[in-house]
């Protein structure tokens, strides 16, 4: 893609202050508070609307049936000042095939769960994952052309994102997050919510993605391990630095509203340099679910306070230039916060 085919859209700053949430996230300086968390959660299609289920791998955490256990699950986090979600759908009910067709359903977990928060809690940022392996028969993130050899078809991968994420932005997602690392995505869900009417709908790009062991109980808690093969040939390497800076220049040239470093802090020093070559952008880190893990067995193990450590860590993201702190402690944060104002 020539730099004229990336500059052909115009750079919109609505998208960046559609919501208060948005509007703080610009702000120069800050702070471990309530506006910069943004909490990950699991939805399901269970039959049953009260489903709630424990992730073993993840402690504390659950995958919750949408609408109504979500609902349930995020009323009293909402009272104590939760101010953004990010949605991430977890179907078994559904058929899947190497399109991830079912993404498209009017009915999948995730629209499910938009359209119910919208009318619940109307002033809560909601932020939707896009990527196409919960809906693939074979787990990866885009099209395969060869499945013996994982072989993806970017361009058809990036024109399905762009229609999942126009189908989530009309059921009523103030943020699109895709996931999959394709090459160009961005200016391709970008150009398709333009011309749908929806550019006010900001994009949260995840440009620093890299091939991580620390994703683990993640892809036990939203059943998405691809069946065969690896990540590897599109997700980055943990050791390239120079392709997340690459990805990072592309990503907002193509017109991402907001950057994401994932995983968090094994990879602070591509968080510096996000916030370097993107100063203008809101940077997000994304603290994962090996990352989740790792904090609250040591604090099992007696090795510090689960309180201190959590702190420290999500401290660390806004030092070395994150806005957005992106946790599962989330709900944990936001009662230390209203109990060191008492």
Known sequence: MTSQQQQSLPVRLHPSNQHPTLRAWTQSHPQLSAAALMYPVFVTDDPNPDAVEPIPTLPGQSRFAAPNALIAHLTPLVALGLQ??????????????????????????????????????????????????????????????????????????????????VHYAQAGAHIIAPSDMMDNRILAIKRALNNHKLSNVAVMAYSAKFASVFYGPFRDAAKS??????????????????????????????????????????????????????????????????????????????????????????????????????????????????????
């Open 225 to 342: 391990a691809p069946g065969m093969g690896d990540r590897k040939c599109y997700q980055l390497p943990p050791g390239s630095r120079k392709l997340a800076r690459r990805a990072i220049v592309r990503d907002v040239a193509e017109g991402a509203d907001m950057i994401m470093v994932k995983p968090g802090y094994p990879y602070l020093d591509v968080v510096r340099d996000a916030a370097d070559l993107a100063p203008d952008v809101p940077v997000a880190i994304y603290q994962v679910s090996g990352e989740y893990a790792m904090l609250w067995h040591g604090a099992q193990a007696g090795v510090y306070q689960l309180k201190d450590a959590v702190k420290e860590s999500l401290e660390a993201g806004l030092r070395a230039g994150a806005t957005i702190l992106i946790t599962y402690y989330t709900p944990m944060v936001l009662q230390w916060l209203k109990e060191d104002q008492q």
């Open 84 to 165: 953004s979600v990010i949605l991430f759908g977890v179907p078994s009910r559904i058929p899947k095939d190497n399109h991830g067709s079912a993404a498209l359903d009017p009915n999948t977990p995730v629209v499910l769960a938009l359209r119910a928060l919208r009318k619940h809690f109307p002033q809560l940022l909601l932020a939707v994952d896009v990527c196409l392996c919960p809906y693939t028969d074979h787990g990866h993130c885009g099209i395969l052309t060869n499945y013996d050899t994982q072989a993806l078809d970017n361009d058809a991968s990036i024109a399905q994102l762009a229609n999942i994420a």
